[in-house]
């Protein structure tokens, strides 16, 4: 099971506004009856992409054609927060996006997105604030997200961001993605199973 | 120096340390539902993996099972999902509690109900909600698919250790106060992101006289307050709610299995990374106002009003928040019309919350506005009810007593509300959208409140619909 190590993301960005971006709203329920995970990334924001009483499209940024080859989301704080369901980050990368820099992350919704390999970023307000105004003047602007130097830089713009340790180990590599090693493991896992006694 | 409950239940799990740095937790019972499972099936499939100890697995579905009628899965999609469930069981020696097992609930009311949930053990389900569980003294964690994933091939998975937050509250409840006012409290007190990075110790006296029942709906909303879980000491109340439960130990192995669920409870001189307390005098009836589970008030108070904050942040919350709500600035909560009152979920609905709104909601009625249904968290709650004769109680007064599921807590089934209705809930969450209609309302609060709103037709205090004394 090799896997790719990430450490370095690069393409344009969009900058999704608003702080406490729940899952709900990355997917709506309804949209999670589905048996396996392809197809999830054309209801990503659905509920705020189109307006509800008229089913005609909002301006939201993912609706501005501008942004349509986006691959770098630029959000606020606490993004993901909300249920665990992992429906979220899936359909943010069927959507097509690889990274996302914001100011923090729910837990969970940050572990399940580096396990696919989306890396998520932290930077603070003060230099988050001139990216996404960069981003939004210039949808073409090509931004880098350096996993290893911990740097985001688009233009003139370079910016130190965040990302746990373990996290960034993981990417940087390869085992986002820890199945392998936790199978590599039987033999311990056997001996912590025959430790407890619920277990027998 | 004595270790807390956490500690100890995560040093008797890790199998060791991965290269990453994280540990690689032992995870003693998983639980799972239709909803984020079969992708994790889909998975293992694809690896050419299969379920390392399937007796340690159980399932049930609850999500999109309609409430009306639980045979009949309301589109194509949601009956794709429960076969799908039924046939990964089948394929993997997996227990499911099935419709037609009698047994069938929420996840989060199955696991206690059968004594699956045990003090000292370590749980996950791909549910958010999985905290519920910390009630009786176990380390209980919601997870996303590719780790349900992980737990179905190794029964392990890679974790992060979390800090530990002792929440104490002493002293009595006041009348008309409950369990979800005090989760609900809790939330608005250290906020939904208070938790980032902690368990939840939930501790005082307060606790030690909750039934298990309380202590599941505090440890339920744990997530709400952006603990990555909850729990509150095992003692008898816990070892007594467990006695003769269908998974529990048996007889002979019961006094062993007492006295090692002791043994994980907290050393009185455990040390915490952090400790808050709380006097449970000061905790009101309380109700949400907002889209986030921390925008809570209590029933006296008014609606927040964002002119009386200098914070941009805040300004910005508030207003975002009551431009969704369509609530004015300022005014009481009290005396808000609703237009749905809804009875269940895993934080309450179960069998002491639908006996308590029913002592109650006897001889009342609906408002003929409202639309309220009561659904009771799992099979065996709902014969429970109906032989107390709870439903009848509910049905004279003008709710609909539906079949056990999940309902309108998310509505994934045909428990929706519709357009920008407004509902009294007794469930979790209250962000956008989460009842089902992209501009649907809620307003979070306990089963006695949805009675009493669900009585008047509008946002009430309780303690004064129903006339419950003061002390
Ligand atoms: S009742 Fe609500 S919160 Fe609980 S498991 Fe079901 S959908 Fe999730």
Redo the contacts between chains.
């Keep these: 099971m090799a896997i790719e190590p990430i450490t370095k993301v690069t393409g344009t960005a969009i900058h999704v506004p608003g702080s406490d971006i729940d899952t709900d709203r990355i997917i709506p329920a309804r949209f999670m009856k589905c048996v396996t995970f392809d197809g999830l990334g054309e209801y990503a924001f659905y509920d705020v992409r189109f307006n509800p009483e008229t089913g005609e499209k909002t301006n939201h940024p993912l609706n501005d054609p501008r942004f349509d080859n986006a691959t770098i989301m630029l959000a606020g704080i606490n993004f993901g927060c909300g249920s665990s369901r992992e429906h979220a980050p899936q359909s943010l990368s069927k959507y097509g996006f690889k990274a996302i820099v914001a100011e923090s992350y729910a837990e969970i919704f940050f572990g399940n997105s580096t396990t696919l390999g989306m890396p998520c970023v932290i930077a603070k307000k003060e230099d988050l604030d001139p990216l996404k105004k960069a981003v939004e003047e210039d949808a073409t602007l090509e931004v880098t997200i350096d996993l290893e130097a911990l740097k985001v830089s688009a233009g003139d713009i370079s910016i130190s961001v965040t990302l746990p340790d373990s996290a960034r180990h993981a990417l940087l590599s390869g085992k986002y993605d820890p199945i392998a090693e936790l199978i590599a493991n039987n033999d311990q896992i056997e001996a912590t199973a025959s430790g407890l006694a619920y277990v027998q | 120096m004595g270790k807390t409950l956490y500690q100890k239940v995560w040093d008797?799990?890790?199998?060791?340390t991965?290269?990453?740095?994280?540990t690689?937790l032992?995870i003693?019972?998983h639980l799972i539902h239709e909803?984020?499972s079969?992708?994790a099936f889909?998975m293992l499939r694809d690896?050419d993996?299969s379920v390392?100890?399937p007796q340690?697995t159980f399932a049930t579905i609850d999500h999109?099972v309609p409430t009306e009628n639980q045979d009949q899965p309301a589109?194509p999609?949601?009956a794709?999902?429960i076969d799908?469930i039924r046939k990964n069981c089948d394929d993997f020696g997996v227990t499911y509690f099935d419709l037609k097992s009698g047994k069938q609930g929420i996840v989060h009311v199955v696991g206690p109900e059968q004594g699956i949930t045990?003090p000292?053990?370590t749980i996950a389900c791909?549910?958010?909600h999985t905290a519920t569980h910390g009630a009786f003294g176990a380390i209980a964690f919601?997870?996303?698919?590719?780790?349900v994933?992980?737990v179905l091939?190794?029964?392990?998975?890679?974790m992060?250790k979390l800090k530990v937050r002792r929440i104490e509250v002493t002293g009595s409840l006041r009348p008309g106060v409950y369990a979800k006012d005090v989760t609900l409290h809790i939330i608005r007190l250290l906020g939904?992101?208070g938790g980032?990075?902690y368990a939840y110790e939930y501790a005082g006296d307060t606790f030690d006289h909750f039934s298990m029942e309380e202590r599941m709906t505090v440890c339920n909303m744990a997530?709400e307050g952006?603990a990555?879980c909850g729990y509150v000491n095992p003692d008898e109340t816990t070892f007594e709610f467990l006695k003769n439960r269908p998974y529990s130990?048996p007889a002979d192995e019961w006094d062993?299995?007492v006295a090692?669920w002791k043994s994980f409870a907290s050393d009185p001189d455990a040390e915490y990374d952090d400790v808050v307390k709380i006097d449970a005098a000061d905790i009101e009836p309380t109700v949400t106002w907002g889209i986030?589970p921390d925008h809570g008030i209590s029933i006296s108070e008014n609606i927040p009003d964002s002119a009386d904050t200098k914070n941009p942040?805040e300004k910005a919350?508030i207003d975002?928040a009551l431009a969704y709500m369509k609530l004015p600035a300022g005014t009481p909560i009290k005396g808000i019309p609703i237009d749905v009152a809804f009875m269940g979920s895993c934080t309450n609905g179960r069998l002491s919350d639908f006996r308590e709104a029913a002592k109650f909601l006897k001889g009342k009625k609906v408002a003929s506005n409202v639309k309220a249904i009561a659904v009771p968290g799992s099979q065996i709650t709902a014969i429970q009810c109906e032989k107390e004769g709870i439903d009848q109680i509910f049905e004279a007064a003008g709710f609909e007593w539906r079949a056990a599921g999940c309902s309108m807590c998310?509505?994934?089934n045909p428990d929706k509300l519709i357009?920008d209705q407004i509902c009294a809930s007794s469930s979790n969450?209250n962000?956008?959208?989460?009842q089902?209609?992209?501009?649907g309302r809620t307003i979070l609060m306990s089963p006695v409140m949805v009675a009493a709103a669900a009585v008047e037709g509008k946002i009430a205090d309780a303690r004064e619909t129903f006339d419950v004394p003061a002390a």
């Design positions: 008797a799990h890790s199998v060791g991965l290269s990453d740095g994280r690689q032992f003693g019972t909803v984020t079969p992708q889909g690896l993996l390392k100890y340690r999109i589109d999609l949601a794709e999902m799908a045990q000292g053990s791909g549910d958010s919601g997870i996303g698919t590719t780790q994933r992980d091939a190794t029964q392990t998975m890679a992060e939904a992101k980032i990075g997530i952006g990555r130990p062993a299995a090692r986030s942040e919350t975002e998310l509505a994934m357009g969450r962000f956008k959208g989460r089902g209609s992209p501009i």
